[in-house]
């Protein structure tokens, strides 16, 4: 497809489960972004990738959450031992290079993963 | 960063021009003013962005202050598609800058 794709839309898990969402950006851009959103209130930065590598990743709120990205395509954000306060959407976005750039201004954002931890 | 406010909430009617306001009294010259916004169950989508002068494109006109410490997204006709909330986002212009820092944005509804 032409836009950001991630699956699964849904996942609910147990507490203290293992999910993994994934992202497929739109071809060719380098830059990724993971952002969480709860109910009601903006997007909250995660982390950012600029190709393969993490570039900042100081929106992880701790050592549970991890997320990569082997190919400079396809992320993968990887949460261990999830707690009912992991529940949000998971949103993932893309663009051409890094967002502020003057050839770049615009972020493509998928329709996001709603995770639900019982 | 530099931060911006937003009313939480506005009515329009429908095929009505909608005027957004945002204040971003502490802007600085290198921070472009990017508009996005979400419609309900999706990411939020791209809808205009501007530095000094007035901007327009097929969505929206982007109304920028001359001192740039406000600005106004005006939908010139809003339709029931345009109800979203509409985050303004300052976006500071060069290598190093990456991150789009959503507040609460301001939640449009229309009325048919």
């Known amino acids: 497809g032409a836009g950001v794709s991630q699956t699964p839309s849904n996942k609910v898990t147990e507490k203290g489960k293992y999910v993994e969402l994934r992202c497929d950006p739109i071809?060719?851009?380098?830059?990724l972004y993971w952002y969480r959103q709860s109910l009601g209130q903006g997007p909250e930065f995660l982390i950012y990738?600029?190709?393969?590598?993490?570039?900042?990743d100081s929106g992880l709120p701790n050592d549970r959450f991890f997320a990569v990205r082997p190919e400079g395509s396809v992320s993968t954000l990887k949460i261990q031992r999830t707690e009912r306060g992991d529940s949000a959407v998971y949103l993932c976005?893309?663009?051409?290079?890094?967002?502020?750039?003057?050839?770049?201004?615009?972020?493509?954002f998928g329709q996001g993963t709603r995770l639900t931890v019982v | 960063d530099a931060k911006t406010t937003q009313p939480n909430s506005m009515e329009s009617n429908e095929e009505e021009p909608v005027h957004l306001p945002c204040n971003h009294s502490t802007i600085s010259g290198t921070d472009y003013i990017h508009w996005y916004r979400q419609l309900p169950s999706q990411g939020p989508e791209y809808v205009i962005h501007g530095l000094t002068s007035n901007v327009n494109n097929r969505m929206a006109s982007l109304a920028i202050a001359e001192d740039r410490k406000s600005s106004t997204l005006i939908l010139h006709r809003a339709t029931l598609r345009d109800a979203a909330v509409y985050y303004c986002?300052?976006?500071?212009?060069?290598?190093?800058?990456?991150?789009?820092?959503f507040g609460k944005g301001t939640k449009l509804s229309v009325i048919p």
């Open positions: 976005a893309s663009s051409l290079d890094q967002v502020g750039l003057e050839v770049n201004t615009e972020a493509f």
């Open positions: 071809s060719g851009h380098t830059a």
């Open positions: 986002i300052l976006v500071y212009s060069g290598a190093g800058s990456y991150q789009l820092t």
């Open positions: 990738f600029q190709g393969t590598g993490a570039a900042d």
